[in-house]
């Protein structure tokens, strides 16, 4: 079946360490999205690409960091810079940058210890 | 700057009930309206609306857009437990060759027996 698969699905962080969580789609979409939802927030726009080899900053993209260096997959290191990085993340595709409609994974929920 | 506010932010009910959820959005170059449902992990797509007064519906589930007042509802008839979820709505909009969705805070409702 064609989806999104992130992991972990729970992810513990260590005060000053780095944690890259993984995003990978064979849907044969374009772009690919991260968003971090916060109890009681909306979704909010982490980082973004709508092509290989490029990305764009969204509106909270200080103390993260993307790549995307095939089609398939966006993985989202959260870096020691982030200071509460705990929260619930997902990510997302669609099938080209004009699309509409997003595709959202399972999500990965990460915790500081 | 853009902004989708969703009201009420938290709905209890009996089953059998129907309920209205709000969507108001101040959007620039708007030219969508999306719903999704979150009911554990990822949200899944319920509704786009592109066009004013013309009402989209899935089984018990129904929803319209207002563009010259600026909201969207979503309406739930004959509510059942499984309806329990926390229902998202996003302002699309379109700019720099692609299109992004602003996303509201989302309504968790709660149906219970």
């Known amino acids: 079946d064609g989806g999104i698969t992130q992991s972990p699905k729970y992810l513990f962080r260590k005060e000053g360490q780095n944690v890259t969580l993984s995003c990978e789609q064979n849907?044969?979409?374009?772009?690919m999205y991260w968003y971090r939802q916060d109890p009681g927030q909306g979704l909010r726009l982490i980082y973004y690409?709508?092509?290989?080899?490029?990305?764009q900053k969204g509106d909270i993209a200080e103390g993260y960091s993307v790549s995307r260096e095939k089609k398939e997959s966006f993985p989202l290191t959260v870096t020691s810079a982030q200071k509460n990085p705990t929260a619930f993340y997902l990510c997302?595709?669609?099938?080209?940058?004009?699309?509409?409609?997003?595709?959202f994974g399972s999500g990965t929920q990460l915790s500081v210890l | 700057e853009d902004k989708v506010v969703q009201s009420p932010l938290s709905l209890v009910v009996h089953e059998g009930d129907t309920v209205t959820l709000n969507c108001s959005y101040e959007?620039?170059?708007?030219?969508?309206l999306l719903w999704y449902k979150q009911e554990k992990k990822a949200p899944t797509f319920l509704f786009m609306l592109?066009?004013?007064?013309i009402e989209k519906k899935s089984g018990r589930l129904s929803s319209i857009l207002d563009k010259k007042e600026l909201f969207s509802i979503l309406n739930i008839t004959a509510t059942q437990t499984g309806d329990s979820a926390v229902y998202l709505c996003?302002?699309?909009?379109?700019?720099?060759?692609?299109?992004?969705?602003?996303f509201g805070k989302g309504t968790k409702l709660s149906v219970i027996p």
């Open positions: 996003a302002g699309g909009y379109s700019g720099a060759g692609s299109y992004q969705l602003t």
């Open positions: 690409s709508q092509i290989v080899n490029d990305f």
């Open positions: 997302a595709s669609k099938r080209f940058r004009t699309a509409e409609k997003l595709f």
């Open positions: 592109t066009s004013s007064g």
């Open positions: 959007v620039t170059n708007f030219r969508s």
């Open positions: 849907l044969n979409h374009d772009a």
